[in-house]
């Protein structure tokens, strides 16, 4: 399978722990993007890298989540002391350069 | 008020139907329009890509933008059940590939 691979699929996790999830892109796309999607709403933006720049971060990327993306390979999202209101589906996506970007199959955490 | 609005539905047709699918948007920038399909707790796949106004046929599936209005659509031809999905439309300013804006999905269902 050549398509945005992201992992773990589901995540629970008890209110104040930290989690990490990653994105595997697809070989060779230099743009991997983060976006995070709560039910009956479309994705929302948090950040994006440019190979391993991180070019841009939304107001929603608040100082408990970090991003990287080392090597310009995977990147892993970290949320730190994690909150109910961060359950939702994190979506990773990836392009090379145009418009239209590719999504993997998501991170759905929950948070209890 | 949202950069981009799409009617939530749900939508409900019976198969064969032609379906409409509808978003406004009010940033003039925006110059690339895409279209994703979302199934339950499934990444977003892209099904259409167009680039400012005119039309766009893939099979079954017809995009048009009307950039003067800002109002974009999808018409989805002799509908199947399984059409059966969210649609969620995208739009971005830049052609290097930058942040997509969505609005927050139709959910439409394609009756047997």
């Known amino acids: 399978d050549t398509g945005v691979s992201q992992n773990p699929r589901h995540k629970i996790t008890k209110r104040g722990q930290n989690v990490t999830f990653r994105c595997d892109p697809i070989s060779e796309h230099n743009r991997l993007y983060w976006y995070r999607q709560t039910l009956g709403q479309g994705p929302e933006f948090l950040t994006y890298f440019q190979n391993e720049a991180q070019l841009e971060k939304s107001r929603l990327l608040s100082d408990r989540f970090s991003a990287e993306r080392p090597k310009g390979s995977f990147s892993t999202l970290e949320i730190q002391r994690t909150e109910q209101g961060d359950s939702a589906m994190y979506l990773c996506a990836s392009s090379i350069g145009q418009p239209e970007a590719f999504f993997g199959q998501g991170t759905r955490l929950t948070v209890v | 008020q949202k950069e981009v609005e799409q009617d939530p539905g749900p939508l409900s047709v019976p198969e064969g139907a032609i379906v409409s699918l509808n978003c406004t948007y009010s940033?003039?920038?925006?110059?690339?329009f895409m279209w994703y399909r979302q199934y339950s707790r499934k990444g977003p796949e892209l099904l259409m890509y167009?680039?400012?106004?005119g039309n766009k046929e893939d099979g079954r599936f017809t995009a048009q933008v009307d950039k003067s209005s800002k109002y974009i659509s999808l018409f989805i031809r002799d509908s199947q059940p399984s059409d059966s999905a969210t649609y969620l439309c995208?739009?971005?300013?830049?052609?290097?590939?930058?942040?997509?804006?969505f609005g927050e999905g139709t959910q439409l269902t394609v009756n047997p």
């Open positions: 167009t680039y400012s106004s």
């Open positions: 940033n003039s920038a925006f110059q690339y």
């Open positions: 995208a739009m971005t300013q830049e052609t290097s590939g930058s942040r997509l804006t």
